[in-house]
């Protein structure tokens, strides 16, 4: 007889090992941007070094220190990310600490209601095919909008009615990180098999019983994957969000200025930041991927 | 007085569409169970034992031909929660504890004395001590007897049983042969039971269908007349080896059909 060994998710597999992969990346990736900063910045630098005599000393030095480079070497990157988070006050203008809280905070909203919103479609459609077959299509044709084409009539029209700063910026976010977790969460509300199905069945279970003591445990592991993707989005969103309006505070503004202002070291610091925002919301959700399937009995 | 059928099969069929054509799963299958008894289908794999289990359980639906359980249709069986069944594998629920898997149809249902349940059926299937682990840390027969204590726990009076025993090794599979037949004899549950083996077949049942595939039909149905409380010793008797004999000969009788 055949004995299916219940899926049982186990825990996804930790970053051990992986340092030393990683590290050699980064250098490889450092190295390349030094030496491909020099002729980038050609077009700016090239007087310069001319008139300081032309040396090789000369050449690094003038391609790695401009004020306003093509592009800014690595170090003038972090001197700006260390001087716009750790020399200024966090609610000045100048910190990115501050503009990082401004698109953080319209980031998680969005993440939250995107989330909630994805689940809940998830959930109607799982329960009625006439949904999934109506709704579907939708929400695939949802996706292929290009969202800097609606952003900025979204937040003209909200702002039309009253609603400024965080929700309009939150409801583009949430706009375009609920389809990940709908994909994901009729993924995995389907994806009990037959037999833990057929028991509910004998039981004779109401169909919010099936949801939440079957379907809706099965699913975690599919919601947590779709999460992580979902918060990078969000914060793409929220920075999306930031553009059209010329908003003044937060990462997509401070892009914005610096591309005014030609300050290419001050996108450049934005950029960073809202990549360590990224990183670092993506490695939240995993940690509490980690805690809760650690909960549900999911193998170490 | 005589006892009540519990379920009544009359000229059962139940034909699958498949993307090959037919499947005949079942064909012209009589049976009636009454109360109390204990009834074994046998047969090769493939010969529709499953899918008539299924068939009484609602699980399926028969194409043609009535069936009754508890005297009502089979989904009105269903939705009283009549029977309590056991499938082919556990199908634990991987994020529940073994108490947790156990206490899951006491929830649905909302039966009271959830803890006394859950200890009473899993020191029956010699799991306690094990109520705080999850199914991944138990072998393939502990998982197995979970679901049994699972399907116990909310005390119907019809168990449907598919191979429950079939993952196990020799020595569990006699003792919880003779703790199923104990429960039966003391508890009166009627017991439909699939099973590959003869002797679990005859050292079980009050009768034993033999079935045959192609297309899944009753080929013959014996009664074995043992007196309910049985030993394991007994199936060395003469009694015993004689119904275990017919038995095979009916297997025997049903491939040949095929061949
Ligand atoms: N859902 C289904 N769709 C199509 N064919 C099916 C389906 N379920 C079962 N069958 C077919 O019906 C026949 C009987 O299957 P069934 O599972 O009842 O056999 P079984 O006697 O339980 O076999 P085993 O001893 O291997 O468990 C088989 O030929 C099988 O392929
Ligand atoms: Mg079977």
Not at chain 2, 174 to 199: A, C
């Amino acid at each position: 007889m055949k004995t299916e060994a219940a899926a049982v998710p186990s825990l996804p597999a930790r970053g051990e090992g992986q340092a030393f992969p990683v590290a050699v990346i980064c250098l490889v990736i450092l190295v390349v941007w030094y030496i491909a900063a020099i002729p980038m910045n050609w077009v700016v630098t090239e007087s310069k070094i001319a008139a300081a005599g032309g040396g090789a000393a000369d050449i690094l030095y003038y391609s790695w220190n401009e004020q306003r480079p093509v592009i800014p070497a690595p170090h003038q990157i972090m001197m700006e990310l260390w001087n716009a988070v750790f020399m200024v006050k966090p609610w000045a203008v100048k910190s990115l600490l501050y503009h990082g809280w401004v698109t953080l905070s319209s980031t998680l909203l969005g993440f939250v209601l995107g989330s909630l919103f994805g689940i809940a479609l998830a959930i109607a459609i799982v329960h009625s095919t006439f949904l999934s077959k109506s709704l579907m299509p939708w929400i695939v044709a949802s996706q292929t909008i290009p969202i800097l084409a609606i952003a900025p009539m979204v937040i003209v029209v909200l702002g039309s009615l009253g609603f400024t700063g965080l929700l309009p910026k939150s409801l583009i976010s949430m706009y375009l990180c609920f389809f990940p977790v709908t994909i994901g969460m009729v993924k995995g509300l389907t994806s009990p098999d037959p037999m833990q199905l057929d028991l509910m069945r004998t039981y004779n279970a109401s169909a919010s019983d099936v949801l939440w003591k079957l379907r809706f445990p099965s699913s975690v592991p599919f919601l947590f994957t779709s999460l992580k993707v979902a918060v990078a989005i969000a914060l793409t969103g929220a920075i999306v969000g930031e553009l059209p309006t010329g908003a003044v505070a937060g990462i997509g503004a401070r892009l914005l200025q610096g591309s005014y202002y030609g300050q290419t070291v001050q996108i450049w610091a934005a950029l960073f930041m809202g990549s360590f925002l990224a990183a670092g919301l993506v490695w939240l959700v995993g940690v509490a991927e980690r805690i809760v399937l650690k909960r549900m009995g999911a193998r170490p | 007085m005589t006892a009540a059928a519990v379920i009544e099969a009359r000229d059962v069929s139940l034909t699958f569409q498949t993307a090959d054509g037919p499947v005949y799963a079942l064909s012209k299958v009589n049976l009636t169970v009454t109360e109390g008894e204990f009834v074994s289908f046998i047969g090769p794999s493939g010969c529709g034992k499953t899918t008539l289990l299924r068939v009484i359980a609602d699980l399926e639906q028969a194409t043609d031909g009535r069936i009754s359980v508890n005297g009502m249709s089979p989904q009105d069986a269903r939705l009283k929660r009549a029977y309590g069944y056991v499938f082919q594998a556990p199908a634990l629920y991987p994020w529940r504890t073994v108490e947790r898997n156990v206490a899951l149809p006491l929830e649905i249902m909302g039966l009271d004395d959830a803890a006394g349940r859950i200890r009473r059926n899993l020191e029956l299937v010699n799991l306690a001590g094990f109520e705080k682990k999850f199914p991944w840390q138990l072998s393939g027969g502990m998982q197995q007897r979970v679901s049994i204590a699972r399907a116990l726990a909310f005390d119907p009076k019809l168990l449907l049983m598919d191979e429950p025993f079939g993952a196990l090794d020799e020595i569990v599979r006699d003792k919880l042969n003779q703790q199923l037949l104990e429960l039966w004899d003391r508890t009166g549950k009627t017991v439909v039971f699939v099973t590959h083996s003869i002797p679990e077949a005859v050292f079980l049942s009050t009768r034993i269908v033999v079935m045959s595939p192609r297309p899944g039909r009753i080929i013959d149905i014996i009664e074995t007349n043992f007196p309910r409380t049985r030993t394991l010793d007994m199936r060395e008797t003469p009694e015993f080896l004689a119904v275990a004999h017919r038995v095979r000969e009916g297997l025997k009788a049903g491939h040949s059909y095929e061949d």
